[in-house]
């Protein structure tokens, strides 16, 4: 029997099956593969990383590990970790880019985009409204669906700590933004880009340009949904998402208390207004329901989901339960009660899109 010979060229075809991280593409067709050493039955590999002390580091080695021990002859494989220089990052993002490594138009612009594009609004604060994007976007990934998260609330922005990852930058390679990933989904949030605690003091024409930049300068990759979590009200930031996703559709959030239901209208309104499509109402705080006995409580009173949907000519999708996801994230898991909730509610949204079909 004739054996196998290792050469460089049979090294790179089973590197292609490693993907970096956090781009999801092949370390060969990244250029990521530096230098390739074959002795007998021994390889040894050195691969770039875009940052020193990057955190996915170990997940790279052992991937390549795997997939050089996997090739017909090689009994050792031995795996260096590099990092780039500063030309090779920018030929690393401008492959990102594409077009020559020049920066375009954001492909989810683009009006033929595949993705769908869901903004959650509420009209007022306090409803639960990120709360409700958060879990939502863990659903659609639960499902196996490519999520990409905009916490367009800039003044407010609150993703991040509702994820627990509030320490956590992005890693930005020659001004390419690569978004954070947390909960096998794909988020960018204002506050990664402003220091602790201090306010964002800007006005409309800024703001807007902030949020093309959440598109344009950041590497998103393939979507399937986008969900932009929208500041409470009707400013500029609304209107700005209405302007640049003329195809968006939009979700409002409520509780059942009527007050909160008559301002949840407005924002509706303003929806329609703009011609964005409402796909459905959730009523979120919905009730208390016991763990020991199952019984509901109605905390904030009742119906004010039913009012909102009624009147913007719409259906109420879920009334999500009180209740409290934990400790340091205010994500809900996927035993409990909430959990199930948001499944059943991505669940139909995804039928009520009709998006391709997945297997979760």
């Not at 390419?176 to 990664?192: A, C, D």
């Not at 093309?212 to 590497?219: A, D, G, I, L």
Request: hydrophobic share 45%; proline share 5%; glycine share 10%.
């Amino acid at each position: 029997m004739v054996k196998s010979k290792v050469t460089e060229e049979v090294v790179l075809e089973a590197l292609r099956i490693v993907e970096d991280p956090e781009v999801r593409r092949s370390i060969v067709e990244m250029d990521m593969v530096k230098q390739i050493v074959i002795d007998g039955s021994k390889v040894e590999v050195e691969v770039l990383l875009t940052i020193r002390g990057c955190p996915l580091r170990s997940v790279i080695e052992t991937q390549v590990r795997d997939a050089l021990l996997g090739i017909p002859g090689v009994t050792e494989a031995a795996v260096t970790v590099g990092t780039m220089t500063d030309e090779e990052r920018e030929r690393f993002a401008g492959k990102l880019r594409g077009k020559d490594g020049q920066t375009a138009e954001s492909p989810l612009l683009n009006p033929d985009a595949p993705t769908q594009f869901i903004a959650v609004a509420s009209g007022k604060g306090g409803v639960g409204k990120s709360t409700v994007t958060a879990n939502l976007a863990v659903a659609f990934a639960r499902l196996g669906y490519r999520v990409g998260v905009v916490d367009a609330d800039i003044y407010g922005f609150s993703l991040p700590n509702i994820f627990g990852i509030a320490d956590v930058k992005p890693v930005v390679v020659s001004n390419l933004i690569l978004p954070v990933q947390t909960h096998e989904l794909k988020l960018v949030s204002m506050h990664f880009f402003v220091p602790e605690n201090r306010p964002v003091i800007w006005r409309g024409p800024m703001l807007g340009k902030m949020l093309r930049n959440f598109f344009q300068e950041v590497h998103w990759g393939d979507l399937d949904i986008m969900l932009l979590d929208l500041p409470p009200g009707t400013g500029d930031v609304a209107l700005d998402v209405h302007n640049m996703l003329p195809k968006s559709r939009e979700l409002i959030v409520t509780t059942p208390h009527l007050n909160a239901a008559d301002v949840a209208v407005r924002a509706g309104f303003m929806a329609q207004q703009v011609q964005h499509e409402i796909i459905g109402v959730i009523e979120n705080m919905a009730y208390y329901q016991c763990a020991k006995c199952g019984e509901k409580a109605y905390l904030f009173g009742q119906g004010g989901g039913d009012q909102v949907a009624g009147t913007l000519g719409t259906e109420l999708l879920a009334q999500i339960p009180l209740g409290s996801a934990g400790e340091t994230t205010g994500i809900f898991t996927n035993d409990s009660i909430q959990g199930e909730a948001f499944y059943e509610l991505a669940q139909s949204l995804a039928e009520k899109l009709n998006m391709r079909s997945v297997t979760g």
